[in-house]
């Protein structure tokens, strides 16, 4: 099937085959395709985007494309601003984990570097508190494959590289962090509530 008439009001897909873009809560993917599929009758174009970190191919309709959140890559002073977030003096948050977790997901959702930048930093001084639950070591685990991804293609270095200089921006903070800003709180498991899968269609 040939390339989709382009029907974007601007005349010009806002991203491009090739392109490296960011997925959120996914993390850096490749735009493979712009192909046509027939929805309702009407052909519709999809961008095909593969994402290495699961590899797994996604089909995105193009007009849904910005509003679920997919974007370029950042340049590279907004990479620079999510490493020195990362170095950033600490302030301890909330005692109540459960609320610690929502309030961080709810940070990775919006899918902007910089808070992405804010999740790593304050879950890995709070793991040199206290052992993270299972869901808020996932959640780091998460942020910190996001954010080294993204800064190692924005500022075109390797992945290890970027992973070093984020772990030495950590450290020397991390001693500064101690138990009593923190305080004492319930680390029962907690499990929040399933969201609805969402279907990117029309």
Do not use: C
Request: proline share 6%; charged share 30%; glycine share 4%.
């Amino acid at each position: 099937m040939g390339m989709p008439e382009d029907t974007s009001p601007n005349g010009t897909y806002p991203f491009q085959i090739d392109q490296k873009v960011v997925y959120p809560l996914q993390g850096v993917g490749t735009i493979q395709l712009i192909t046509e599929k027939i929805f309702k009758g009407k052909p519709t174009p999809y961008y095909q985007i593969y994402l290495p970190v699961t590899d797994m191919i996604v089909m995105i309709p193009v007009h849904k494309a910005v509003e679920i959140g997919i974007r370029s890559i950042v340049p590279q002073e907004k990479a620079q601003e999510a490493l020195a977030i990362v170095s950033s003096e600490y302030e301890p948050v909330t005692a109540d984990w459960k609320l610690r977790y929502q309030m961080n997901l709810d940070l990775l959702k919006n899918g902007d570097i910089t808070d992405i930048a804010l999740v790593v930093r304050n879950l890995y001084h709070r793991s040199k508190v206290k052992e993270l639950p299972i869901l808020e070591r996932k959640l780091y685990d998460s942020a910190m494959k996001l954010l080294i991804d993204e800064v190692a293609f924005s500022l075109n270095i390797d992945v290890k590289e970027v992973e070093k200089l984020v772990h030495e921006k950590l450290e020397p903070l991390a001693k500064l962090v101690h138990a009593s800003a923190f305080g004492e709180d319930s680390e029962e498991e907690f499990e929040p509530e399933e969201e609805e899968e969402e279907e990117y269609e029309e």
